[in-house]
């Protein structure tokens, strides 16, 4: 029964009874080679020409590309474009790198699927699910990541803020710039605040919602409505206070006692305060016309050049108001009207604090006036600099994005308002970056920070779990079989430059003839001279230098079969050691040899020493690596 071959990985399955004698070779193979590509598998894919790639997967457990499990992406010319790599229509995971040239990214797809992009230089896990090429992983339950970099700004719908910059992401979150304040030191310069809870006084507010209940909370009057220029005072009394301006209608005449002049009309008030007619003269116009100034009698007219009337006399002993000033003692101050006084230097000492009920503070410093005004330390901002560093504001309306808040007043709601995702377990987490611990192997991860502590936790320590490599690790590369059916010569060229051994193998192979079969290398051409190689049985043995000989003693109806094994030895000189049986001798013969070629080995010629006889039956190939 014949062998047949598993849908996915190309395992061969053999027949009951068949391979009696070879069973063994092919379950090696299986696990060796087919399961091991599979599952730690390198395999190098290149594209060569700006186009798409097609990677197949044939009935075969020899080493083949499609089924290796990490494929490094390269390209031998510059994409201009977006490329697919087309890889078999079966179940398998795939990582992928794209270090192709050009800064393309390429499609990893099926033939009919859609595929999932590669960005240039990038890593990705991939799975085919035997229809299509997907993510192998969209969902963590939890992650902690070292560095994230994201290509592309996450979205709000993903918790993101869909922008690279800092005031890119306040403008897409609705953020005012407020937000970029310190809640200790908040800076409010324009806007309004609406529908909180009355900020209480002892707050440094006022406690009511109208200006009614605010002055009513403050112990204000309705007099604090009025303008200082226009004071109306319609009852009650004042005491002890001096009224620059307004007017005062409706109360009992105020007594000459508290100030007043005892009367409701001018010349009641004149009399009471003991004016005469003069009084009602203006000062650049004085009449008099009678009375007596100490001891000087005037009848009549005006006073007119005269010495001036000493201070003794009831005068200012001067013609000028500057020295008339002079000599009462007067100061500036004394030409300003008692309505309008500034006062631009000296103090005011030794009074009584101006009580509250007064319009003062009742207070004779800042700190004391601040506590009997019931104000807190917010009153000694600026309104376009407040700093808040304590407290709480509570029973407000929830304060809305646009106006720098959530909209919310649970952190479940704010985050939906912000687009903002949840800690622990959520779908809305797409890339990671920033793991300051290292992700556990039951979490998906590793459990280490390097690559060799990643493998050892795997159990993949190189050169204990699996074998050792390097980055320049090369596959084992099977040529392709060719018949030895007719020709001199059988001819394998184009061998890769990194090549450091090859093995030729033998298969039945016979000639027309005697001549001896031999193996020839080269670069760029084939070298014809300057080989040591011997070879020998039981019977006889032979010597050449036109090429590695394989056997001695032959005839034309002979059969041979084996290996032969070429080994660089250093620079460009090529050692040889091998064994081939032959059909019709009962020892196999052994050979050595090495030669040194003029450049980098590119190709292998199977041929006989005359050059005459040609192959008439079996098949040869090649391995290198």
Known sequence: MASTYSQNLKIELMGIGD???????TTNENLGTTLEEAIVGYGAVQFTNDANLTLTLSNSNETQTARKFFLYVTSTVSLSTQRDLIVPTIEKTYTVHNNTTGSQAIRVKTSAGTGVVVPSGKKMVLYANGTNVIEQMDYATSLTVGALSISTPLPIASGG????????????????????????SVAITGGS???????????????????????????????????????????????GVSITGGSITGITDLAIADGGTGASTAADARTNLGLGTIATQNSSSVTI??????????????????????????GTGASTAADARTNLGLGTIATQNSSSVTITGGSITGITDLALADGGTGASDASGARTNLGLGSIATQASNSVSITGGSITGITDLAVADGGTGSSTASGARSNLSAAASGANSDITALSGLTTALSIAQGGTGATTASAARTALGLAIGTDVQAYDANLRPLVSSTVVN????????????PSWVKRITVMFNGVSTNGTSLVQIQIGSGSFTTSGYTSTAGNAGANAVSTTGFITSVNPSAADFRVGVITLTLFAGNSWAEHGVVGITTINSPTSSCGIVAISGTLDRVRITTVNGTDTFDSGSINILYE
Request: glycine share 18%; hydrophobic share 35%.
């Open 19 to 25: 391979q009696v004698d070879s069973w063994g070779d």
């Open 161 to 184: 803020t869909g922008a690279s910059a800092a005031s890119g992401a306040r403008t897409n979150l609705g953020l005012g710039t407020i937000a970029t304040q310190n809640s200790n």
């Open 193 to 239: 605040i609406t529908g909180i809870t009355d900020l209480a006084v002892s707050d440094g507010g006022t406690g009511a919602s109208t200006a009614a209940d605010a002055r009513t909370n403050l112990g204000l009057g309705t007099i604090a409505t009025q303008n200082s220029s226009s004071v109306t005072i319609t009852g009650g009394s004042i005491a």
């Open 289 to 314: 016309t009678g009375g007596s100034i100490a001891g000087v009698s005037i009848t009549g007219g005006s006073i007119t050049g005269i010495t001036d009337l000493a201070i003794a006399d009831g």
């Open 484 to 495: 030895s059916t007719s020709g001199t010569a059988i001819d394998f060229t184009g061998i």
